[in-house]
C-alpha cells in the first residue's frame, strides 16, 4: 500500500519537475537572446557614435578646405591684377624709355631756369654743374637712367641750398648792374652768410663793411652796424660756434620778387598775366 502511494506520487511529481526544469531552460535561452541583442545594441551604439566623430571630422576637414580655398581664390586674384600691372608697366617702360632723354634735358632747362633766377651765391660753382650736365647729355657714354640720376642728384642739391645756414670765404661777388670800381682790381675777400634762399650776406673781415643781396636790384646793399653784428652773429651759428639763435637781418627776397623769380625754374609771372 506505501509502495503504491509513493509510485503515485512520483507519477504526479514528475510531469512538474520536467515542467520547471523546461521553464527554466526557457529563461536562460530568454537571458542569452536579450544578453545578444543587447551586445548587437551596444555595438551599434558604438558605430553610431563612431560615425557621428567622423561626420563631425568630416564637416571641419570640408570647413578648413572651404576657407584654403577661399584663401587661395583671393590669392590667384591679386596675383593676376600684379601680372596685369606689371604687363602694363612693361608696356609704359617702353614708351618711358622713350620720352627719358627729353625729360631729362627739359629737367635741365628748368634747373638753368632756376639758377639764372635765383641769388648768385656760389654762382660759379653752380654754372659749372649745370655746364657738367650739359655736356653729360650729348655724351653717350652714360645710359638715359644714369643721366637721370645725375640730374636729379643736382636737383636734390639745389633744394638743399633752400633749407641750409651757410657760410663761406671768397671773393665779393660783383654783379654787371653793381660793379666794383672802388678798388679798381681784383675784388676783396669777404665772409658770407646764407640763409636758406632768403638772405643772403658778406662782410668784410675787418667787420667794417657789410651788405645784403638785393634780389630787386640785382646788387648789394650796405648795412648798418646793427645788422653787421646780425652778421657776425650768424657766421658763428653757421659754424658751429654758437647755438642757434634768432637773427634781426633784412631779407634779400620780398613776396614780389619770389612772384617774379619762382624756385622750379617756370617762367615768371608778371602783372599782365592773368
Same mark, same amino acid.
Given at each position: 500500500?506505501?509502495?503504491?502511494?509513493?509510485?503515485?506520487?512520483?507519477?504526479? #511529481?514528475?510531469?512538474?519537475? !520536467?515542467? =520547471?526544469?523546461s521553464l527554466t531552460e526557457t529563461a536562460v535561452e530568454a537571458q542569452q537572446h536579450q544578453a545578444k541583442l543587447q551586445a548587437r545594441i551596444d555595438a551599434a551604439d558604438d558605430r553610431t557614435r563612431?560615425?557621428?566623430?567622423?561626420?563631425?571630422?568630416?564637416r571641419r576637414e570640408a570647413s578648413r578646405l572651404e576657407a584654403y580655398d577661399e584663401e587661395l581664390a583671393r590669392q590667384v586674384e591679386r596675383q593676376d591684377q600684379s601680372i596685369n600691372?606689371?604687363?602694363? #608697366?612693361?608696356?609704359?617702360? !617702353?614708351? =618711358?624709355?622713350?620720352?627719358?632723354?627729353?625729360?631729362?634735358r627739359q629737367l635741365v632747362g628748368r634747373l638753368q631756369a632756376l639758377v639764372?633766377?635765383?641769388?648768385?651765391?656760389?654762382?660759379?660753382e653752380r654754372l659749372a654743374r649745370l655746364a657738367s650736365l650739359q655736356q653729360m647729355l650729348d655724351t653717350g657714354e652714360l645710359s638715359a637712367a644714369d643721366k637721370l640720376d645725375r640730374v636729379l642728384a643736382a636737383w636734390r642739391t639745389e633744394l638743399d641750398y633752400g633749407r641750409e645756414v651757410d657760410a663761406w670765404h671768397g671773393p665779393l661777388y660783383q654783379s654787371d648792374a653793381q660793379p666794383d670800381t672802388a678798388s679798381g682790381g681784383a675784388p676783396p675777400a669777404v665772409d658770407y652768410l646764407r640763409v636758406g634762399r632768403l638772405g643772403w650776406y658778406y662782410l668784410t673781415p675787418?667787420?667794417?663793411?657789410?651788405?645784403?643781396?638785393?634780389?630787386?636790384?640785382h646788387g648789394w646793399q650796405p648795412l648798418d652796424g646793427d645788422a653787421r653784428r646780425e652778421v657776425r652773429k650768424g657766421l658763428r651759428i653757421a659754424r658751429e660756434e654758437r647755438a642757434p639763435a634768432m637773427l634781426d637781418l633784412p631779407l634779400s627776397i620780398t613776396p614780389e620778387n619770389a612772384r617774379q623769380a619762382p624756385l622750379d625754374g617756370?617762367?615768371?609771372?608778371?602783372?599782365g598775366d592773368s
Open positions: 500500500m506505501a509502495m503504491a502511494c509513493l509510485l503515485v506520487a512520483a507519477g504526479i #511529481a514528475g510531469p512538474g519537475v !520536467a515542467e =520547471a526544469a563612431e560615425a557621428l566623430r567622423e561626420l563631425r571630422r568630416v600691372q606689371r604687363e602694363r #608697366a612693361v608696356s609704359q617702360l !617702353a614708351d =618711358a624709355g622713350e620720352r627719358l632723354p627729353v625729360l631729362t639764372e633766377a635765383d641769388m648768385p651765391f656760389l654762382h660759379d675787418d667787420g667794417e663793411q657789410g651788405g645784403v643781396w638785393q634780389a630787386g636790384a617756370s617762367p615768371a609771372k608778371t602783372e
